[in-house]
């Protein structure tokens, strides 16, 4: 069974930082493009990074250019998300996905998940 595992969330004030984790159980992150995703309560889900397995990367929103940078540590099995300069807006649950070698260019091309974790930024 494969699984993705995410870790890092929690709660920070506006301009902090945290580091999202996606872990991958049962399967070789290393041939799957790794996606990161959010959705806020009331949202649809918006795309925010991606990973290729040539180490490729697609930024999926303007709005965390600068502020956010995805990598990927192979001999972890494991893909980050960096996030600084976090903003109230920010605010949501964050999933990682995995769609074999190629970035997607929507949500519905990735066939792997994983269950979120919650990022709350507030004063």
């Known amino acids: 069974q494969l699984q993705l595992v995410e870790s890092g969330g929690g709660s920070v004030q506006p301009g902090g930082s945290l580091r999202l984790a996606c872990g991958g159980f049962?399967?070789?992150?290393?041939?799957?493009?790794i996606g990161w995703f959010r959705q806020a309560p009331g949202k649809e889900r918006e795309g925010v990074s991606c990973?290729?397995?040539?180490?490729?990367?697609?930024d999926y929103t303007d709005s965390v250019k600068g502020r956010f940078a995805i990598s990927r540590d192979t001999a972890k099995n494991t893909v980050y998300l960096q996030m600084n300069s976090l903003k109230p807006e920010d605010t949501a649950t964050y999933y990682c996905?995995?769609?074999?070698?190629?970035?997607?260019?929507?949500?519905?091309?990735?066939?792997?998940w994983g269950q979120g974790t919650q990022v709350t930024v507030s004063s």
């Open positions: 049962g399967f070789t992150l290393d041939y799957y493009a």
């Open positions: 990973i290729d397995t040539s180490d490729t990367i697609t």
């Open positions: 996905a995995a769609e074999l070698v190629y970035c997607g260019s929507s949500p519905r091309e990735y066939d792997y």
